[in-house]
């Protein structure tokens, strides 16, 4: 063992510091109501139908592409219309359908940031450069926003809103890695986590067979990871019984947090559509007022990332091994601190990616990445449902930017209720984290099914004013029905992911997380833009989400939770780091 204080049969850990765990926990929380803003306001209801604007000011319709898309009269929303004109835009020698410039952009975004992510996994792994990584994303992000601002769609120069729309969701998207880095050691370091932990300890101080079995792990870096290796825990009763309180404990803490960062940032999300419905409302939807409501989300971003950048732990609350918001493996050496270089963690990130992807890798930890295939295609699916869905109540339902506002308003509204109904649900009915999981994504699955139901010659008649996805009343209900399930997604999907993860590594396995994450889905975007430049009708793209989504269901009911969790643990403590 290189360092004897990390001999867990003779360690007092440190005492439980209420001040300071609340102040990490607000500055965590803070950053959460700031930045899932821009996701609720702009990433999946404004920027979208923004971007689609712009190119629609600047755009010809078919087929003689000499008309004006902005002379064009709008058609009553009924049923789907075939004889609708199609807006096309020309960039370099492409001719690109309005709807479609907006999912590439978005496309080439989330690709954009999956680059950055996995480059900056290794530096948000280092606690002191977490949170300056954190803020200068949030900057990089929340900057770009409010440049939407300044530059009007009638601009000769309007392409630079694709640049500005990137680096907002690069920064954004990249933002959310270092933050989510933080919850497993904000779990760890909670009061009734750090109790039962001593309590764990404290057994195996009293049973010595039980800590001898594994006190041999020389390698571990982590304070718990040798405590919560099946091992530790199979020679007594006592030790196995507080093994699993421990678990649950810690287990039920992380999905807490994540949950009410969820509920925070959407009710934060909410004040400002409705901030956001006035000026839409008084400027009948236009795109000035679009860009007014991406700037208002920018600017709230980086209002209220000032408290996350007081509260978060910092390098000197980062350093050492006594800090309450630290695990014992996040400490830094200060051989690290001496030695440490950006660019050579960028390129050791791309290196420890390559690794990581062998399938040698893969086999150790083998639940780990049989979730992540399946949040794949969840997190892409879950995504691609939200901006197709409004994209074709834009341009096939005809449904003016206000009634957009509202359903972006109901959707988070219902994704509250959902978030902290769930948890609820569960305990009534004791179900694990897993088939919580498996339940939400079937209902989810539910929504694009329901619009292919728009092919049905029934819904093809005027005479039918319901049913399919046909007419915009049903865009409200299914919201509401859609908010409900995508909250409690999220909370449980994040958590779930945290028990997988090989501690002391949060940032580099979130950053792969991220990859595949609702900011960082690129390929349902960029095929649901295909499909609707080759059909010209968007609601073809139902059929591949439904497809999507239920290609996940036997992958993710293939995960063993309590073998990935102990696979995770075991990595650390055998030194791959």
Not at 57 to 77: H, I, M, Q, R, W
Not at 95 to 102: H, K, L, P, V
Not at 568 to 577: D, E, H, I, K, P
Request: aromatic residues 12%.
């Amino acid at each position: 063992m290189t360092d004897a204080s990390l001999d867990y049969g003779d360690i007092d850990f440190p005492k439980f510091d209420k001040q300071k765990y609340h102040r990490h926990l607000r500055g965590w929380f803070s950053y959460a109501f700031a930045s899932e803003v821009f996701v609720i306001v702009s990433l999946t209801l404004f920027l979208p139908i923004c971007l689609e604007q712009f190119a629609r000011d600047n755009g010809y319709l078919l087929p003689d592409k000499t008309e004006p898309c902005s002379t064009a009269v709008v058609l009553p929303a009924a049923n789907d219309s075939e004889g609708d004109a199609r807006c096309v835009v020309k960039l370099g020698w492409l001719w690109i359908d309005s709807a479609s410039f907006s999912l590439y952009v978005y496309s080439t975004s989330v690709a954009l940031q999956a680059l950055t992510v996995i480059s900056m996994g290794g530096i948000a792994d280092h606690p002191p450069h977490r949170k300056l990584l954190l803020l200068t994303f949030a900057a990089l992000g929340s900057f770009s926003a409010i440049l939407f601002l300044l530059l009007p769609s009638s601009s000769p120069v309007w392409p630079l809103v694709a640049p500005l729309a990137i680096f907002a969701n690069v920064g954004f998207g990249a933002s959310i890695v270092a933050l989510n880095a933080y919850i497993p050691t904000l779990a760890h370091s909670s009061q009734e986590v750090v109790t039962a932990r001593a309590e764990l300890v404290e057994l195996q101080r009293s049973y010595p067979h039980a800590a001898d079995e594994h006190t041999d792990s020389e390698h571990a870096s982590e304070s718990d990871a040798p405590l919560l290796g099946s091992e530790a825990h199979s020679s007594h009763p006592a030790v196995s019984t507080a093994k699993e309180k421990h678990d649950k404990l810690l287990s039920a803490t992380t999905s807490r947090i994540s949950s009410q960062g969820i509920a925070l940032g959407y009710a934060a999300g909410i004040v400002m559509l409705l901030l956001a419905l006035i000026p839409v409302r008084a400027m009948k939807g236009s795109t000035d007022s679009l860009r007014l409501a991406v700037g208002l989300s920018g600017i709230w971003w980086a209002l209220f990332s000032l408290p996350a950048a007081a509260w978060l732990p910092g390098a000197s609350a980062m350093t050492h091994a006594g800090a309450v918001a630290v695990e014992e493996g996040e400490v830094a050496k200060p051989e690290d601190d001496t030695n440490w270089s950006m660019w050579r963690e960028i390129v050791r990130a791309w290196k420890r990616l390559g690794q990581m992807l062998r399938w040698r890798e893969i086999k150790r930890l083998r639940n780990t990445f049989v979730y992540l295939a399946a949040w794949f295609l969840l997190s892409d699916g879950f995504t691609t449902i939200t901006s197709t869905a409004l994209l074709f109540a834009k341009t096939t339902l005809h449904m003016p930017a206000s009634s957009l506002i509202v359903i972006g308003a109901l959707t988070p509204t219902a994704g509250i209720l959902g978030s902290l109904a769930w948890p609820v649900i569960q305990r009534r009915l004791g179900w694990s984290n897993l088939r919580v999981l498996v339940v939400l994504v079937v209902m989810a699955s539910a929504i694009p099914a329901y619009g292919c139901l728009g092919f049905l010659p029934v819904f093809q008649r005027s005479s039918v004013k319901f049913g399919g996805l046909t007419t915009p009343g049903e865009m409200y209900v299914l919201a509401v029905y859609f908010g409900s399930v995508y909250g409690a997604f999220q909370g449980y999907a994040r958590a779930f992911y945290a028990e997988f993860i090989p501690p002391g590594e949060e940032a580099r396995w979130y950053g792969l997380f991220s990859i595949t994450d609702k900011s960082s889905s690129f390929v349902g975007p960029l095929i649901v833009g295909l499909i609707a430049d080759t059909t010209g009708n968007i609601r073809y793209a139902f059929f591949f989400l439904v497809f999507m989504i239920w290609s996940a269901v036997p992958i993710l009911m293939s995960v063993n939770v309590e073998r990935g969790r102990d696979d995770a643990q075991r990595y650390t403590a055998s030194g791959q780091r």
